[in-house]
């Protein structure tokens, strides 16, 4: 039995193995038959990819080709479109030139028509005119005809009221001449009468006079407008300035209004016109043998050049009274010259703004006639004014010279003082008499507060001579507004050259010109009290002399006051008054208040 099982479990293994054998056989085909089955799908998929691509690509093509043929219809129709719609604007262009040319025929037309009909209507007018004159001649030559029938009747009548007629005639005759004569000589006695009164007048008003003016704000990117208020119209002397903040014992930020007054103040709506009104009269001093200076002063941009310069300014005006009153004063036997200069103070040195730098300057050299008052500037053109519009050519020129001598020509005018000289002379051939008088018309250099500290070189020198010629200038109307026998004239080139416009009967007007900027304040402020301190100090002296000489008008104590002997100052006086104003100007301080 075991032999048996043996046997049975080793044919098992055996039937075992073979059939292991055999799944393995079957395992192999299978997986070669797999193998084959995967090449062949994949030759298969290669091949369709193949025919699919090469189908599209035919595809393609054909459509590619279907398009460029289009494409060549289409663009060949553009073309033929393109042609026609040329062909049409062309006639069009041609129809519209056509009718253009038909518009201008018919605007000649109307123009020569309208012409004609002007013609016509200045024809009729003319005729009309001579209708007119002829039936005014017609009338006359009736009335002349009925006077010379009465004259022949009367001539036909009676000899003897002929001849007592011609007598009454002639004595009539002679009664009129010597009438007019007698008005002649009166009317001549009368204007050197009222050149007497009219100077005086002049001083009573005061010899030297400060008067302010405000400009506009010109447009609104200028920036903030300052607090600026006239609170007088009557009087229209004052002006407010609210002044910049400050701190109040107390903590508080404030800002004070300061108060100012002057001769007259000038709003920003007074035009040109108005504020010449005001300083005609002085014209009219120099016109009768008086020397006259009006200055400018300000900062840069505040408005002297426009006072002054401009195509309607004092110089141009002041021109035009001269000539229309010189041609009134002829009938009371006047006749006057009117000479021109101008020149400018820059760096302590004199220039002649009416000599162009391609002539080569000269040196100018200032000579004062101490007998006549009256000062020359030796080298300096001097133009004959003897038409109106000369004087705008003159102050062309000046402007030219002034632009070829310096490249920022703004710049340098407002750190020059320019002035313009006129010269009067007036002669009248019945009386003798013989007067000579100078206008001086002064646009100063820019009163800013110039700080020496971060200048250099010439800006330095520029800034040191500004601030020595301003602070001459307040010297010597300080000087003479305390009546002291020395004024210190030859102290710049400035008060030097208008010595004589500034002392004795001579007439200052000083006009402090503001801005109404607040970025401006402060520089407003410091010109305000720099003019409140020369008016200060000529108001103080006048009052002096009304109290201590009660009796005595005011003329002449004026008069008495500046032909007193020099008194001697020690020099440290001297100093110490240039300081103050030296310390005003740059402080905007004034020692009053
Ligand atoms: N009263 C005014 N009315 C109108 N414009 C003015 C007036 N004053 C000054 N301007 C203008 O203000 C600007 C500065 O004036 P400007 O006369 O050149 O100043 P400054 O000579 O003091 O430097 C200019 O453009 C000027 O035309
Ligand atoms: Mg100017």
Same mark, same amino acid.
């Given at each position: 039995m075991q032999k048996q099982a043996l046997s049975l479990t080793l044919a098992l293994e055996t039937e075992q193995r073979n059939r292991k054998y055999e799944l393995e056989d079957k395992l192999r085909d299978h997986r070669h038959e797999v193998d084959e089955l995967r090449r062949e799908f994949k030759d298969e998929t290669d091949r369709l990819q193949r025919t699919q691509r090469e189908a599209l690509e035919a595809l393609e093509r054909h459509c590619r080709a279907e398009l460029e043929d289009e494409r060549v219809q289409k663009s060949k129709e553009l073309q033929e479109l393109r042609a026609r719609l040329g062909t049409e604007q062309q006639d069009l262009n041609i129809a519209l030139l056509g009718k253009e040319r038909e518009i201008q025929d018919m605007r000649s037309q109307l123009e020569s028509l309208k012409s004609d009909l002007d013609r016509e209507q200045t024809i009729k007018g003319n005729l009309q005119k001579q209708i007119a004159e002829v039936s005014t001649t017609a009338m006359t030559l009736e009335?002349?005809?009925?006077?010379?029938?009465?004259?022949?009747?009367?001539?036909?009548?009676?000899?003897?009221?002929?001849?007592?007629?011609?007598?009454?005639?002639?004595?009539?005759?002679?009664d009129a001449l010597r009438?007019?004569?007698?008005?002649?000589?009166?009317?001549?006695?009368?204007?050197?009468?009222?050149?007497?009164?009219?100077?005086?007048?002049?001083?009573?008003?005061?010899?030297?006079?400060?008067?302010?003016?405000?400009?506009?704000?010109?447009?609104?990117?200028?920036?903030?407008?300052?607090?600026?208020?006239?609170?007088? %119209?009557? !009087?229209?002397?004052?002006? #407010?300035?609210?002044? &910049?903040?400050?701190?109040?014992?107390?903590?508080? =930020? +404030?800002? *004070?209004?300061?108060p100012f007054e002057f001769d007259r103040v000038f709003t920003p709506a007074v035009n040109n016109e108005d504020v010449f009104g005001e300083i005609s009269q002085l014209v009219q001093s120099a016109l009768d043998g008086y020397n006259v200076c009006i200055f400018c002063y300000g900062q840069t941009g505040s408005?002297? %050049?426009? !006072?002054?310069?401009?195509? #309607?300014?004092?110089? &141009?005006?002041?021109?035009?009274?001269?000539?229309? =009153? +010189?041609? *009134?004063?002829?009938?009371?036997?006047?006749?006057?010259?009117?000479?021109?200069?101008?020149?400018?103070?820059?760096?302590?040195?004199?220039?002649?703004?009416?000599?162009p730098a391609s002539e080569g300057k000269k040196k100018l050299e200032i000579r004062h006639d101490d007998a006549r008052k009256q000062t020359t500037v030796l080298n300096c053109k001097a133009v004959a004014l003897d038409s109106a519009d000369k004087v705008e050519l003159m102050l062309r020129q000046a402007q030219n010279n002034r632009s070829v001598a310096a490249t920022k020509a703004n710049e340098r005018s407002s750190r020059s003082h320019s002035i313009f000289i006129l010269k009067l002379i007036g002669e009248n051939s019945a009386t003798n008499e013989r007067c000579e008088g100078t206008l001086n018309l002064v646009d100063l250099a820019g009163s800013e507060r110039l700080k020496h500290s971060g200048a250099e070189g010439d800006r330095m020198k520029e800034t040191q001579n500004i601030n020595k010629s301003l602070s001459c200038l307040g010297d010597v109307i300080e000087a003479l507004g305390r009546g002291s026998g020395h004024v210190p004239y030859r102290n710049s080139k400035l008060t030097h050259l208008l010595q004589y416009s500034l002392g004795g009967n001579s007439k200052t007007l000083m006009f402090v010109m503001v801005s109404p900027l607040e970025a401006h304040l402060k520089e407003t402020i410091t010109s305000l009290r720099f003019a409140t301190k020369v008016r200060i100090i000529l108001l103080r002296f006048l009052l002096e002399l009304m109290l201590t000489h009660g009796r005595c008008t005011i003329r002449t104590l004026v008069r008495r006051s500046l032909r007193r002997r020099p008194r001697r100052e020690s020099a440290t006086a001297d100093v110490v008054r240039r300081r103050r104003w030296t310390s005003m100007r740059g402080r905007g301080q004034c020692c009053c208040c």
């Open positions: 009335d002349r005809n009925r006077a010379l029938r009465a004259q022949i009747d009367f001539l036909e009548s009676d000899s003897k009221a002929q001849s007592d007629s011609f007598a009454n005639m002639e004595a009539r005759l002679q009438a007019a004569e007698e008005a002649k000589q009166k009317l001549i006695k009368e204007e050197t009468e009222r050149r007497v009164l009219f100077n005086k007048y002049q001083e009573l008003k005061g010899n030297i006079r400060v008067m302010c003016r405000v400009r506009p704000v010109l447009d609104s990117s200028e920036g903030e407008e300052a607090k600026l208020s006239f609170p007088d %119209t009557k !009087t229209s002397a004052q002006l #407010d300035v609210t002044g &910049p903040e400050e701190r109040s014992s107390l903590g508080n =930020t +404030i800002r *004070k209004v300061i408005g002297k %050049t426009f !006072t002054m310069s401009s195509a #309607d300014g004092m110089i &141009p005006r002041a021109t035009h009274m001269i000539y229309e =009153t +010189i041609t *009134k004063l002829k009938e009371k036997s006047w006749t006057y010259t009117m000479e021109g200069s101008f020149v400018e103070v820059y760096n302590e040195e004199l220039h002649d703004l009416l000599t």
